[in-house]
């Protein structure tokens, strides 16, 4: 029995989380998402009057806008450093980093920088106030704390002076995570915060981070790889552990399983797809292009790339490479208007959309792409290799 190391008989942690008595929070709904965004973003307006004290409640509220809009953790929000701030190459950004501390790492955020627009420059700024100008107004805000802060805090970013009687009293303090979820219980007080069973709403820095990712993973068009990278984790992590699957994702599962079940009662699985001079077709017969006769089936080559029944695998990138090239081949052989109007959009649509999609989404690789794109134009398709016919619009 091998005890260590990669090749180890046994994990070293066989059962994670086995003894976890209470499952985490989801990730905040739409409504709910919008709902503590517009209260936490109203209640920390006073942070911008300078007559207004600093209190644990305006920082908590300033940090969970913060890690609503940076899904970070909760330990290398409160530990942030007054330093958190840096310059990016790119105009108009800046760079957030932050401490790991279990990972021994630095983690970087990328913000919008502050806008020159005058909107933004008020003394009191609207809600859309971005998060850079946020913190670097608690930093502004908390600079002559962190002199007389004791020596362990001097750095440290959410710096307020204590307003507990006795000895207490003035002490500057930072933010914890007992002040913090005392500030979000008086939150959703004060604004009503309900979820979807009329239940006060719960809200915690881990759930902020859950809805960022969701978030981010809803806006990249289900994206693992780069949802994974923006919150700071493999993509194993971040679909174990963050990633809630929504109301499409069920859909399509869903109506894959009943093709399947259909499939292997019918006995006729893979047999779903039927296979085109240019790719695979859903539907040859009542296709978006077909000619929808009895009997007449589709034969609109020149549409499957624009048709919604169209369907391409790394398997078929020969078929349509060969494509791509017979079509090119036809410049030289027509009228330029008359190439630009049936023709054109053609090699356009397939390295714009087809292939760059393919590849965004990892259905296939960018060697695989040069591989067959080089293998087309020297060894095309038998299907494109002859000219048949001598004007290709005959399959249109």
Known sequence: MVTAGDAATFPRNPYPNGNRKAKGQDHLPKEQRQAFAAAVKDAVM???????PLTSELLSYALLIVALHTGRNSTALLEMR??????????GNTFLVLWK?????????????????THLLESMPTIKTNVERLIRRVLNRTECLGVSAPDDLRERTWLYQSRAHGDQLGKIQALSENSVE??????????????????????????LRKTFANRIFELLDSDLAATAIALGNSPRVAGQHYLIPNESTKRDWRFMGEILVKELLSRTIGATYHGTPVGHCSDLINGQYAPKREGATC?????CIRCRHYVLTGD???????FYFRVLSERTRMDKRRWARDYAHIPRLIDNYIVAEGVKRGIFTLKAVEVERERARTEPHRFWSFDVVSDIGVFG
């Open 46 to 52: 006073p942070i911008w009057q300078d007559d207004i």
């Open 82 to 91: 007054r330093d958190c701030l840096r310059d990016h190459p790119k105009d």
């Open 101 to 117: 501390r279990r990972g021994h790492n630095t983690s970087k955020v990328i913000l919008r920088a502050e806008s020159t627009h």
């Open 182 to 207: 005392r500030s979000i219980c008086k939150l959703v007080a004060n604004y009503r915060l309900m979820d979807s069973n009329g239940q006060p709403l719960r809200i915690n820095i881990s759930r």
């Open 299 to 303: 034969i609109n080559f020149l549409n």
């Open 316 to 322: 078929d990138l020969h078929k349509l490479f060969s």
